[in-house]
C-alpha cells in the first residue's frame, strides 16, 4: 500500500490535467486512508470547484478548516513551481470560490 502522499500527488496531477472525476475518485481513496491529509482535501476541493459543485466544494473547505484553521487560499498554491504560474493561479481561485480566505484574519 503506498503513502498517502503518493495518492495526492497523483490527484493533484489528474486536476491539473483536467481530469477531475478520476481527481476526485483518487483523492477519496486518499482520504479513505488518511482522513486527516490536508493535502487530499486540497484536491478535492480543487476538482469539485471546477466541476461545478460549489456546495460540496463549500462543505470539503468547511472540513479542511476545522483540520487547520489557519489555510488561506493562496497556501492552496503554495506546492506549485514559481513556473507552473497558470496551476498555482487556478488551484488559488478555487480555494477562493470555495470560501478560503486570501489572508488569515
Do not use: H, N
Not at 47 to 60: F, K, P
Not at 84 to 102: E, H, I, K, S, W
Amino acid at each position: 500500500m503506498p503513502p498517502a502522499y503518493l495518492p495526492a500527488f497523483y490527484a493533484t496531477a489528474l486536476w491539473g490535467s483536467g481530469r477531475l472525476d478520476e481527481a476526485i475518485r483518487v483523492a477519496d481513496d486518499c482520504l479513505a486512508k488518511a482522513p486527516s491529509f490536508w493535502r487530499c482535501r486540497q484536491d478535492r476541493i480543487a476538482a469539485l470547484v471546477e466541476l461545478g459543485r460549489g456546495q460540496e466544494a463549500r462543505d470539503e473547505a468547511t472540513r479542511l478548516l476545522a483540520q487547520r484553521p489557519r489555510m488561506t487560499a493562496d497556501q492552496f498554491g503554495l506546492t506549485f513551481a514559481d513556473t507552473a504560474t497558470a496551476l498555482r493561479q487556478r488551484r488559488v481561485g478555487a480555494a477562493r470560490l470555495a470560501g478560503f480566505p486570501a489572508e488569515v484574519g
